[in-house]
């Protein structure tokens, strides 16, 4: 019997889709020449190398992608440690990437080396890159740290929870409706007042800022603040809240009188039951809230006298007018934060109403000063002293109507900064003396 051919044996050995290559190398790969097996062999290495390389990428895009998903479930103390990059604590730092193993210049013809070295720095130069992009997200990471409260931030942290600066706004504009009050200064009840529209107003900002966590944090202009931050549990911020809430309603009730204490109540209710949900649903909002921000010197002028006289309507009126300076030339421009966070604001959605409402309630504070006298309020020195800075923020009130742009709003922003407490100052250097009527300014007894 004739021995096997050594065809017929490795095909025997050999069955399947090996069988069918080692009969392919052998029928027809090994007679040819030995320039085609090596062209074949040069192309396979290529397509090897550009395998390597694409499953270098997709496993770091599994990776980062991996370490997305754990980084949104909770933060990380540390990063977890990728299979392409590591640092030494011993040596300099340095990043290793996956190596790729060229292959041996004795197996490459000698004309080809300068193409397959190009090749070999190309693929490198995207490795180092892809690691470059790994290692600066690592840093990142890093910076998501776990916040903890500590006792000596708190009093900022509550300080910024219940907006400081304007409670500081609310409880100035309620001691100058106390002063501008017809009757003798009481410095206790004075004292009860400031301290219990001070409590209101910090119990309606927390309040506020608990409602709006979602929203405040697509907006650039609060995204800071403590809640979204996570710097206090939103339970300690109602719980401070209600903190504020009690007492401050408490003393302007028992320690004032009950109608000063409801309208504490009343305008923590409109605050954060009407303005805020109001404010992603209607225009309307500005509207309301100017109505909670003229009721402050009110509450001043209830707590002095006891009752709601012409005096503290006016009061209320200037407020409510100088609001709308104020807010739409600030709102102006916020306007794409606005929109982000998804707040129905009439600079966002009726600019044209937005400048003519600011333009209309400048011209108004002129014939609200002039009124002071009328009612008692003022001597009639006050409409001829107020009259300069009334006509300049009715001027910049126009600019911003005309030019509609953000140079013209800030001016008029900045000009209502120092428009009311100076407006306030002069109303009550010219307040009507107890027991007096006026006549052009001239005291009778």
Not at 58 to 87: C, D, I
Request: glycine letters at 6%; one cysteine or more; proline letters at 7%.
């Amino acid at each position: 019997m004739m021995a096997a051919s050594p065809h017929a044996l490795s095909s025997r050995l050999l069955t399947g889709w090996v069988g069918g290559c080692v009969w392919y190398l052998e029928r027809r790969a090994v007679p040819e020449s030995p320039q085609k097996f090596m062209r074949l062999f040069r192309n396979v290495s290529r397509q090897w190398m550009t395998f390597q390389h694409f499953t270098f990428l997709r496993r770091m895009y599994v990776t980062q992608l991996s370490r997305g998903l754990n980084q949104q479930v909770k933060p990380k103390p540390e990063p977890a440690a990728s299979p392409f990059l590591e640092k030494t604590s011993s040596g300099p730092a340095k990043a290793e990437v996956y190596e790729v193993k060229p292959l041996s210049p004795s197996s490459l013809p000698s004309s080809r080396k300068p193409n397959d070295t190009e090749v070999l720095e190309l693929g490198s130069a995207s490795i180092m890159e892809s690691s470059a992009d790994v290692e600066r997200e690592t840093k990142d990471e890093k910076q998501w740290r776990e916040m903890k409260l500590h006792v000596d931030d708190l009093p900022g942290i509550l300080a910024r929870l219940s907006k400081i600066k304007l409670t500081a706004l609310v409880v100035g504009t309620t001691s100058a409706g106390f002063a501008l009050a017809p009757g003798p200064f009481d410095w206790s009840c004075f004292l009860m007042t400031f301290l219990g529209t001070g409590l209101a107003s910090c119990a309606a900002n927390s309040i506020n800022q608990f409602f709006e966590v979602p929203f405040d944090s697509n907006m650039n202009r609060t995204k800071n603040r403590p809640l979204v931050r996570g710097q206090i549990s939103p339970l300690l911020a109602v719980s401070f809240a209600t903190c504020c809430a009690v007492p401050g309603v408490a003393l302007l009730t028992w320690g004032v009188n009950p109608l000063t204490g409801a309208l504490g109540v009343f305008n923590i209710f409109l605050y954060t039951c009407c303005y805020t949900p109001l404010k992603r649903l209607s225009i309307a909002n500005t509207w309301v809230g100017a109505v909670v921000g003229a009721i402050p010197p009110v509450m001043g002028w209830t707590a002095a006298t006891g009752s709601l006289d012409a005096g503290a309507f006016l009061l209320g009126g200037i407020l409510y007018s100088w609001q709308f300076p104020h807010f739409n030339a600030l709102s102006w421009g916020l306007r794409e934060d606005y929109s982000r966070g998804g707040y129905c604001m009439m600079s966002v959605t009726q600019p044209a109403l937005c400048r003519r409402v600011a333009l209309r309630h400048c011209l108004a504070l002129i014939a609200l000063c002039t009124a002071a006298p009328v009612l008692d309020v003022t001597t009639w020195t006050f409409p001829a002293i107020s009259l300069p800075i009334n006509l300049y923020i009715s001027y910049l009130g126009f600019r911003f109507y005309a030019d509609a742009d953000r140079k013209s709003s800030r001016k008029l922003f900045f000009c209502s900064l120092w428009h009311l407490p100076l407006l306030l100052l002069l109303m009550l250097t010219c307040k009507q003396p107890p027991g007096g009527t006026n006549d052009k300014g001239d005291l009778q007894s």
